[in-house]
Structures are given as structure tokens and as C-alpha cells.
């Protein structure tokens, strides 16, 4: 395993402390998760599975909600991946047809921009017909645990492949722009740490010009 998403880890405390924690550089929710798994595998860390332990998670209820959230993810993975480039090609995170479902989402898209200049019904019902069936896998899943959401599957795996599609566009487009300006490819200042540094015990870490500017208790 490379790659262990916040939602259902568990890391040992030392090692946790001893590493940082997650780049606080990072914006939340985004892929600070990915980032430390990538940055333990780098040192030849191990992460492992444990099938046995049970987690509880939220996930965003409504379609909006996690198209964006799915944006965010596309737009700072697109980043993340100038860091650690070898985790382009397999991350052991994202699913072996989703690469390919956004690229042919972004192949419908084309097939509408080039209706101006020819018919995109032959090559749209192509790339369509081929998209259907690299969500059949889910289909199926669904079909076996809740049938009504069955027909729903493909358009969503279509949104989501939009979403996610823009999202590593604008992350790609991005990390252009800052190397044509001069500046780190990265999105963050590399080798930054936390602004906050945390004790052993969790406790923040303040410098001297914050422990002055702190009132004393009573």
C-alpha cells in the first residue's frame, strides 16, 4: 500500500510526531492525506491493511457538495504528483478505470467543442457506448446492494469524472503558470513545516514573540 486516505487511518504516535504530521502547508480537506502516505513510502515506511478495524465517516450528502469536493481533489493532486512524480503512474488509491473515465468524460466534451466543424454524433455515441462500459463494475455493485440507485451510477461517474477531469486541469494549468513565472512548480513552499508545531502531548508549541504577546491566566 502507498497511499492511506485520514478518514481510516490510525498512525503510530511517534512516528506521527517524528515526521511533522501532514503538511499544514497544505489546505484541508485536499491532499495533505496523500502527501504524508507518499512521503512515509518514500522513506520505505510500510502501510498496512487491517480489515478488522471499523470507522465511522461522513461523506457529503448532497451532489454539489462532493463534485466540488472531487475538484479540490483533481486540482491538488495534479500538484501533488510534480512532488512525487513516480506516484503518477499508480498511487494504490485511485481506482484502475477512473483514469480512463476522465479521459474519455474530457472526449465527450471535445466531441461537443468540435460540433462546430463536424457531426459528433458517430464518435460522441463511440466514446459514450465505451464509457458505459467501464462503469459496468459499478453498476453491478449497485445493482446488488440498492437496485434504485442502479440507472443513477453512470451519470454520476460522469459528473464525477467532469469534476475531477477540471479539477487536474486547472491544477496542471496552475503549476504551468508558476514555473513560467520563475517559481517552485510546487504548490506549497517546500520543506516548509507546521506553523504550529505540537509537543509530545499534543500541546501547540509557541515561539517567544507569542508566549509575550499571551496574558497571564488570573
Known amino acids: ?22 503538511d499544514a ?46 475538484l479540490r481533489f483533481g486540482y491538488f493532486r495534479a500538484q501533488l504528483y510534480g512532488r512525487y512524480p513516480a506516484r503518477l503512474r499508480e498511487d ?16 465527450m466534451v471535445a466531441c461537443l467543442l468540435a460540433a462546430r466543424w463536424q457531426t459528433p454524433a458517430v464518435p460522441l455515441a463511440g466514446v459514450l457506448v465505451v464509457f458505459l462500459g467501464t462503469a459496468l463494475p459499478m453498476t453491478r455493485r ?20 467532469l469534476a475531477q477531469g477540471l479539477g487536474l486541469l486547472a491544477g496542471m494549468a496552475t503549476q504551468m503558470a508558476r514555473v ?5 512548480g510546487d504548490f506549497t513552499r517546500a520543506g516548509r513545516r507546521s506553523p504550529h508545531p ?12 507569542e508566549t509575550s504577546n499571551v496574558a497571564p491566566e488570573g
Open 25 to 70: 502547508t497544505l489546505p484541508a480537506t485536499s491532499v495533505e492525506d496523500a502527501e504524508f502516505s507518499f512521503r512515509l513510502t518514500a522513506q520505505g515506511r510500510r502501510l498496512v491493511y487491517a480489515p478488522g478495524a471499523l470507522v465511522r465517516h461522513r461523506h457529503p450528502e448532497r451532489l454539489g457538495g462532493y463534485l466540488w469536493r472531487k
Open 1 to 22: 500500500m502507498t497511499l492511506v486516505d485520514t478518514a481510516c487511518a490510525a498512525y503510530r504516535r511517534d512516528l506521527f510526531l517524528a515526521q511533522g504530521g501532514v
Open 92 to 107: 494504490g488509491y485511485t481506482p484502475r478505470l477512473m483514469p480512463l473515465q476522465i479521459l474519455l468524460a474530457g472526449a
Open 142 to 161: 449497485a445493482w446488488g446492494t440498492d437496485r434504485g440507485l442502479t440507472p443513477l451510477v453512470p451519470p454520476l461517474l460522469l459528473a464525477r469524472s
Open 180 to 184: 513560467c513565472r520563475g517559481l517552485p
Open 198 to 209: 505540537v509537543r509530545a502531548d499534543f500541546t501547540p508549541i509557541r515561539s517567544e514573540e
